[in-house]
């Protein structure tokens, strides 16, 4: 299975690359996980079959499988051998009308969100240009971590004008949800949020560390900035996004551009 895969995906390692190897297999290893729709409790190709496969040494096939152990995405059983873990992927809407992550997520039993930091910290230029505030003046900062089955998949950053929502973090958001709480305990609604995704690694240690990957790992970075009524922006948001998280997204023509469609095909 594992042959045919890369096979059919002309996948090889890269010998001259500054990469490591056994982190560009652990990453060919992961894909195979989930491109070949392995479940819970399937067996995992043996570490010889890996070796003789990639052409690479045993201790490389090895610390490639000790990372996947440590992501959670292979389980070892003493005696039996490796096989896949329970890693599902957590789906959620990009860029939707959903704009918060305790909103559209459905099973709210499985959601966990702790709390990291809660500070003020002097507006850099980039924050006073998104919040219309004076350059250094304090903003909330708001740093929580967001877990789905106890396991993190998202770091979420938010700044908020300090003034325009006192004491925020002094108090439980109403439902796990900080765009509730604007709403409901402010009175001051979010109307729509501009946001943009870039793939990039981290470089930051406690981002990380709460993550629970190494430093420098591929994460999607979230950025953008929240409205209410009249245009007036009420956060700075930026969220990384680790592995493990799957994001869809729906995109229509608009309603006169699919009749002109719809006109020209019956017309040809």
């Known amino acids: 299975m594992l042959a045919s895969f890369a096979q059919r995906n002309r996948i090889e390692l890269a010998s001259h690359s500054s990469i490591p190897l056994y982190y560009q297999l ?4 992961q894909r ?14 043996s570490e010889e079959a890996i070796t003789k496969h990639f052409g690479v040494s045993r201790p490389t096939v090895n610390k490639a499988a000790q990372q996947l152990v440590a992501q959670g995405w292979l389980v070892r059983e003493r005696g039996r051998g490796t ?11 990009l860029l939707s009308d959903g704009l918060s992550l305790a909103e559209q997520f459905g099973d709210q039993a499985r959601l966990q969100t702790k709390g990291v930091a809660a500070k003020h910290v002097p507006a850099t230029s980039q924050l006073s240009a998104s919040l219309h505030v004076p350059l250094e003046e304090p903003v909330l900062f708001l740093r929580r971590l967001r877990l789905v089955d106890n396991r993190p998949i998202i770091v979420c950053d938010s700044y908020v004008q300090a003034t325009r929502f006192p004491e ?3 108090h439980t958001f109403v439902r796990e949800s900080l765009y509730a709480t604007f709403e409901e305990r402010y009175d001051v609604p979010v109307m729509y949020s501009s946001r943009t995704a870039e793939a990039v690694e ?17 994460v999607l970075l979230l950025r953008g900035t929240t409205f209410t009524k009249g245009h007036v922006p009420i956060e700075y948001l930026t ?3 680790r592995e493990g998280v799957a994001f869809r997204s729906t995109v229509r023509r608009p309603l006169a551009q699919q009749a002109a469609v719809e006109g020209a095909r019956r017309g040809s």
């Open 26 to 29: 652990s990453r060919i290893l």
């Open 168 to 170: 925020l973090a002094e």
């Open 202 to 218: 981290i470089v930051e240690q406690e981002v990380a560390a709460l993550l629970e990957v190494p430093l420098f790992s591929p």
């Open 83 to 93: 096989f896949v873990a329970d890693k599902s992927l957590v789906e959620l809407t």
């Open 239 to 241: 969220s990384y996004v």
């Open 32 to 45: 195979f996980i989930q491109e070949q729709g392995l479940k819970l409790g399937d067996r995992f190709p």
